[in-house]
């Protein structure tokens, strides 16, 4: 595949594994043994199994007709809102605390924004059995006091960032700093396509369940496994790694993913990654990054806490660089003003997150023969403090 | 075949016969133009190099301490560009080792070539990028950094496998980083038996080069338990902790290098 990962761990220019020595030897370890295990029948027997039953896989791709009438198209979504604790991020947290467990960790360690993925893993480490400790910003914690809370409900020990910006970048240094500090025992479960090789291309392999069921649900649905678009909202990158994945080789599909503009993209309050940013290295890989001038990570803002990152995976910095992937943005207005249209159309209340990716309607030139498919990746209740606040429904 | 250069740190282990003390401190801290004067202080002291860390945003190898000095000097305005500026003088005031430390994303932003010219210039012999991988320096680094006659020094843990130790040597003509524990830095307070094997065992590999124990030194004690195997050590979160507190720089600096060495 022309978009996958090389032998040395990159994409393009992007990818690597920038990690200080007291890491090499785990992320070794992953390097030189997931491929063999995700490949092995009893991990993919285990794996669909729980996302059969326990995550509720697969999930339904639905036609959402009042959207399609109002933009013209025919807009399905792909519900992984509807998984298990809420959102896609459980996809990949199944499949790594599997992988957890064949290579004899006990322990695991996670960073999270939103809390979904936070979430996500003190769910699987309470179905394990095994200790988890999750590193959430400050910040994050009081804007998603309820994902913080089902953590703890969960079994789970939450610990505030409370360096830096005290969002997900400061609670992902946090979590590196504590693997460097127990390197044999634990497991670091990284919740998005970023971090050093093989991280993006384990996760992006976990999540590629979206678009597998994608291309056979539209398949029976339409005739064609191949919609004309699919949209994806982009933080770090897992969802949209996941729903582009069986389709990045088809030029014919267009992918589109939509980063968080925050208050505008020049507005100094920001989180897209691809209109700010240069390359650089961060939490273990060389990608897009928005710095200073001086090579200083900047602190970025969105309304969403989970597309509040300063990077994006090595994947989608060379998904942009190669021009396979459309990259727009949306303003917190405009995601917010989406995430009330579809509460309004189509009786879904979306992630922040995930609205962003329905902005894309707008702005893309669409007829109506096309056939859309939006990745809807989590549901709105961790958020209805931030809709309330914003009041305008 | 490899050239070798013999700079300041060849020259250093090719001399002395003690126990060599390298000290960390960051650029910029506590005040803006400290550098230059801690420096001179260490070298007046004893202190036998220094590692001038260049601060970065996100320091995931470092623990609170240092984490909080490179926050401080950024805050102060610290950069590359003015680092740079303020080494101008180095040569005529510091005549020991100097190394640059830091993490390797500022570096790509100032220029890799344009950075090692920089730092030809004002006489830095040698680097520690933490999180400069071993395959992208062989490739894409080394001779850049060989040109300009600065020697890459690279980390070792507990961790490490004697295979990659041996890499490691192969590949460095200073001095080896021996991390002494799996930890960020500044996280030990005293060395159990498991560092010491660990010690020990390095010792006996009969390595080419010296290595140096860093991370958990902070008296004369850990100094002597480090050193015991070793060429020397380095110490960094215990000297940033002093300097945070010190209102007489010289005379504080004086003291603690006098009591690490004996």
């Given amino acids: 595949m022309k978009y996958s990962v090389d032998e040395n761990g990159y994409y393009g220019k992007f990818g690597g594994a920038y990690i200080p020595e007291m890491l090499y030897p785990n992320v070794e370890e992953l390097k030189e043994n997931y491929l063999s295990i995700i490949g092995s029948s009893d991990f993919k027997e285990e794996f669909d199994k729980l996302l059969r039953d326990y995550v ?112 997900l970048k400061d609670a992902t240094n946090e979590a590196m700093r504590h693997w460097i500090n127990h390197p044999t025992d634990t497991h670091y479960i990284i919740g998005s396509v970023v971090g050093p090789h093989p991280y993006p291309d384990m996760v992006a392999k976990f999540q590629s369940v979206i678009s597998e069921e994608i291309m056979n649900q539209l398949e029976a649905a339409t005739g064609s496994p191949y919609p ?12 949209a790694a996941g729903a582009f994945y069986h389709f990045m080789d088809n030029e014919k599909v267009n992918l589109v993913a939509v980063e968080a503009a925050g208050h505008g993209v020049g507005s100094g309050e920001s989180a897209a990654t691809t209109a700010l940013g240069k390359p650089g290295v961060l939490h273990g890989s060389k ?56 509460s309004r159309q189509e009786g879904i209340i979306p992630a922040i997150e995930s609205a962003h990716a329905f902005v894309a309607l707008q702005k893309l030139d669409l007829t109506p023969n096309d056939t859309v498919v939006i990745n809807l990746s989590g549901r709105g209740d961790k958020d209805l403090e931030t809709y309330i606040q914003w009041g305008k429904y | ?25 960051t650029a910029g801290f506590p005040n803006i133009d400290d550098t230059l004067s801690v420096a001179k202080h260490l070298e007046k002291a004893g202190a036998d190099i220094v590692e001038i860390g260049m601060p970065f945003s996100d320091p995931v190898a470092d623990g609170p301490t240092i984490q909080e000095s490179n ?152 100094f002597e338990q480090a050193t015991a195997y070793s060429a020397g050590a380095i110490v960094g979160s215990a000297f940033i902790k002093l300097l945070s507190k010190s209102d007489d720089l010289e005379n504080d600096i004086n003291t603690f290098v006098k009591e690490l060495k004996g």
């Fill in chain 2, 71 to 222: 926050k401080q000097a950024l805050d102060n305005g610290m950069n590359l560009e003015l680092l740079f500026k303020q080494l101008e003088k180095l040569r005529d005031n510091v005549s020991i080792p100097v190394i640059l430390m830091g993490y390797i994303n500022p570096v790509i932003q100032y220029g890799v070539e344009r950075f090692c010219q920089s730092c030809e210039a004002v006489g830095v012999d040698g680097l520690i990028l933490p999180d400069l991988p071993m395959a992208e320096y062989l490739t894409e680094y080394h001779s850049t950094f060989e040109k300009h006659g600065l020697k890459n020094v690279f980390l070792i843990t507990p961790q490490t496998s004697e295979d990659r130790i041996k890499t490691v040597d192969d590949n460095t003509d200073g001095f080896i980083y021996m991390v002494s524990s799996a930890s960020t830095t500044g996280a030990q307070s005293s060395f159990g038996d498991e560092q010491k094997s660990y010690f020990e065992k390095v010792n006996g590999m009969e390595l080419k080069n010296p290595a140096l124990v860093g991370f958990g030194i902070s008296n004369r004690t850990t």
């Fill in chain 1, 287 to 342: 990608t897009l990054l928005m710095q200073t001038k001086d090579g200083q990570v900047v602190e970025p803002y969105s309304i969403s806490a989970g597309l509040d990152y300063p990077g994006i995976g090595p994947i989608h910095a060379h998904l942009f660089d190669t021009g396979r992937v459309q990259f727009l943005n949306a303003t917190d207005e405009e995601a917010m003003n989406a995430g009330i249209e579809l």
């Fill in chain 1, 228 to 239: 004309d678009y699919i949209l994806a909202c982009v933080g770090g990158g897992s969802n």
């Fill in chain 2, 1 to 25: 075949m490899k050239v070798t250069h013999m700079n300041r740190i060849n020259t250093l282990f090719a001399n002395t016969r003690q126990k060599v003390l390298s000290v960390y401190f």
């Fill in chain 1, 56 to 167: 509720g896989r697969p999930t339904p791709l639905f036609l959402a007709e009042r959207l399609s009438q109002k933009y013209e198209a025919q807009i399905y979504l792909k519900r992984e809102d509807l998984c298990h604790t809420g959102a896609h991020k459980v996809n990949n947290t199944i499949g790594q605390i599997i992988l957890a467990k064949k290579l004899g960790k006990q322990k695991i360690i996670a960073e999270t924004g939103a809390g979904q993925h936070g979430v996500a893993t003190a769910t699987v480490c309470a179905l394990m059995g095994m200790e988890c400790i999750v590193y959430m910003g400050k910040i994050d914690m009081e804007r998603q006091r309820p994902n913080v809370e089902r953590m703890r409900i969960l079994g789970a020990r939450v610990v505030p960032a409370t360096s830096g910006s005290q969002t």
